[in-house]
């Protein structure tokens, strides 16, 4: 069924992309700490921009595939 896939699919990709995602928040993170405050604000923004793209794909994109697959 469509929810036995998507449950696969979290359990054997989901780590990676939460992984993934963790090391880029840490790395533009770091950014945060910079003098130079356009600098700052780069890191702000990226960090917020992938924070954002995590939860949709853990929490939205499976609900659209669920939903549409029907």
């Given at each position: 069924t469509v929810e036995e896939?998507?449950?696969r699919t979290m359990?054997?990709?989901?780590?990676?992309?939460?992984l993934s995602s963790l090391t880029l928040l840490l790395g533009?993170?770091?950014?945060?700490f910079s003098a130079f405050e356009p600098v700052r604000l780069f890191?702000?923004?990226s960090g917020v921009a992938i924070g954002c793209a995590l939860v949709a794909q853990l929490v939205l994109l499976?609900?659209?595939?669920?939903?549409?697959?029907?």
């Open positions: 896939v998507l449950f359990a054997t990709s989901g780590r990676g992309v939460v533009y993170g770091a950014l945060l890191g702000e923004l499976p609900a659209v595939l669920a939903k549409l697959a029907k």
